[in-house]
T-cell receptor, first 111, second 115 residues
Framework: KQEVTQIPAALSVPEGENLVLNCSFT??????LQWFRQDPGKGLTSLLL?????REQTSGRLNASLDKSSGRSTLYIAASQPGDSATYLC??????????FGSGTKLNVKP | EPEVTQTPSHQVTQMGQEVILRCVPI?????FYWYRQILGQKVEFLVS????????KSEIFDDQFSVERPDGSNFTLKIRSTKLEDSAMYFC?????????????FGPGTRLTVL
């Protein structure tokens, strides 16, 4: 069964720092990997989707990379802002689009 | 921008009662999903649905659960006889194609509280 792990579980940084969130998965036979943002008590906002044939995707200050063979992905956030404070979830999909989620990294960006 | 919507946002029910959670997926999407997140735990897959059939379901999705697309816009999750451990946030999601290569869009969730 696919297991997704995210490190660190929590991260607190001052505003303006660049940071990296890590995601690892046990089964490299994935179709895609998706990064989400979740605000407290809210739904999941899709940030970036990386298909299995791709190595990275960029959107604004966010860059996500995928190394299927090693079972790893990173989410890089440039010039962090207090509004980036949220929990970031990594999810990988296999057959029938079934997603396996990590536990998330709770990010706090201090003004 | 198109979005997935869910109603109600919060449902409180007594143990043993039936509940129906409703979702309106993005209009041109063909694949629909339910996930749940128990407080403090990971988001877990429940079921995927395509062409009026269940594509896959998890071990959580037992006989107490059912899904339906009663018309061209709604997608529902029914829990026949709720248990305390069904208390969770339930998320609906949709995607425009299958094969695992397409982005899933999630709704805001329904918080189910079973007393």
């Amino acid at each position: 069964k696919q297991e997704v792990t995210q490190i660190p579980a929590a991260l607190s940084v001052p505003e303006g720092e660049n940071l990296v969130l890590n995601c690892s998965f046990t089964d490299s036979a994935i179709y895609n990997l998706q990064w989400f943002r979740q605000d407290p008590g809210k739904g999941l906002t899709s940030l970036l989707l990386i298909q299995s044939s791709q190595r990275e995707q960029t959107s604004g200050r966010l860059n996500a990379s995928l190394d299927k063979s090693s079972g790893r992905s990173t989410l890089y956030i440039a010039a962090s802002q207090p509004g980036d404070s949220a929990t970031y979830l990594c999810a990988v999909s296999g057959n029938f689009n079934k997603f396996y989620f990590g536990s998330g990294t709770k990010l706090n960006v201090k003004p | 921008e198109p979005e997935v919507t869910q109603t109600p946002s919060h449902q409180v029910t007594q143990m043993g009662q039936e509940v129906i959670l409703r979702c309106v997926p993005i209009s041109n999407h063909l694949y629909f999903y339910w996930y749940r997140q128990i407080l403090g735990q990971k988001v877990e897959f429940l079921v995927s649905f395509y062409n009026n059939e269940i594509s896959e379901k998890s071990e959580i999705f037992d006989d107490q659960f059912s899904v339906e697309r009663p018309d061209g816009s709604n997608f529902t999750l029914k829990i026949r006889s709720t248990k305390l451990e069904d208390s969770a946030m339930y998320f609906c999601a949709s995607s425009d194609s299958g094969g695992g290569s397409n982005e899933q869009f999630f709704g805001p969730g329904t918080r189910l509280t079973v007393l």
